[in-house]
């Protein structure tokens, strides 16, 4: 089932240290822009076909989808204001 809105996917691996660093916001992110948003994780290691599909290069990788299509990716750790400056330009 695809979901019509805002789709948030956060690639992520145990062993990812930036990766655990973000994991709070991703709560946050799922809080803050319940009305918009909804955040799904994605565990690198255990899905490499699903990884390999999003072409992820580096951990953690957010990627964003509108309606089915990408619309933006991070790779990389970054703080609070980043991940909501990101999702705030394409809301």
């Known amino acids: 089932m695809e979901y019509s809105g ?3 996917v ?3 691996a145990t062993w990812c240290g930036p990766c655990r660093l973000m994991a709070p916001l991703m709560d946050w992110a799922a809080s803050t822009y319940s009305d918009g948003l909804k955040v ?3 565990e690198a290691d255990p899905n490499p076909t699903s990884r390999d599909a999003l072409q992820v290069q580096g951990l953690p990788a957010l990627v ?3 309606n089915g ?3 933006a990716r991070h790779e ?3 703080a609070q204001p980043q991940l909501k400056a990101f999702l705030d330009a394409h809301l």
């Open 6 to 8: 805002l789709v948030l």
């Open 10 to 12: 956060d690639v992520w």
């Open 40 to 42: 799904g994780k994605l």
């Open 64 to 66: 964003l989808f509108r």
């Open 69 to 71: 299509q990408e619309l």
């Open 76 to 78: 990389g750790a970054m």
